[in-house]
């Protein structure tokens, strides 16, 4: 192995490292991996993909786990990158030059609080939509699936009552979803937990 002074020599590729182009590297990387993970796959077929568990659990753990470990390195990559990124700014201010201006900061910090609300609220009205899609297209008898029908009702903000039958309160989800009633022809929703009766009280 070389010794560390041969890498960082005066001769050496490794010597005076461009810090601000590296951090640029690096966070490009970084951006990369969490684009991989959390963008290619469409939320439409996120959504397919959670209600249709028939088969292929395992895998899809697998790739979760994967998808998870690849934004933790993307992350990591970012920060690493940004961080050096200043260093290099740092390093090549004049002397007696202001290093950063907080209110500039406080302006940033601002934007993204502002950023993740909007946003939160956002992806709430996309998933709800999709939802709303997948359901469209593929009816499911809530009337015999208690506990779907409670999962699409907490989505769409509709609390079940004292009162409520698994009737009663899939009638209400449906029309909080604005989905339509399905068709005697319309195939079973597959799911794992069913209710046997359909005036079953909540």
Not at 53 to 60: C, E, K, T
Not at 77 to 106: I, T, Y
Not at 112 to 118: H, P, Q, S, T, Y
């Amino acid at each position: 192995m070389l010794p560390l002074a041969a890498l960082t020599g005066t001769n050496s590729v490794f010597a005076n490292p461009d810090w601000t182009s590296l951090g640029i590297v690096t966070a490009m990387v970084g951006a990369f991996l969490i684009a991989s993970a959390t963008l290619l796959e469409h939320p439409r077929r996120l959504v397919a993909r959670y209600f249709g568990r028939q088969s292929g659990r395992l895998q899809s753990v697998r790739e979760y786990v994967y998808n998870r470990l690849q934004v933790v390195l993307g992350f990591a990559f970012l920060l690493f990158g940004f961080g050096m990124q200043l260093v290099g700014h740092f390093l090549s201010l004049p002397p007696g030059a202001e290093p950063l201006n907080m209110a500039w900061v406080g302006v940033i910090v601002t934007a993204v609080v502002g950023m993740l609300f909007a946003g939160w609220w956002w992806s709430l009205w996309a998933f709800r939509r999709y939802v709303r899609e997948y359901f469209t297209e593929h009816q499911a008898h809530f009337e015999q699936q208690g506990n779907l029908a409670r999962e699409i009702g907490e989505l769409f903000g509709v609390e079940p009552s004292a009162n409520d039958t698994v009737a009663t309160y899939a009638a209400r989800v449906r029309k909080a979803a604005d989905l339509p009633k399905p068709t005697p022809q319309s195939l079973r929703f597959p799911i794992h937990e069913e209710l046997e009766g359909t005036e079953e009280a909540f």
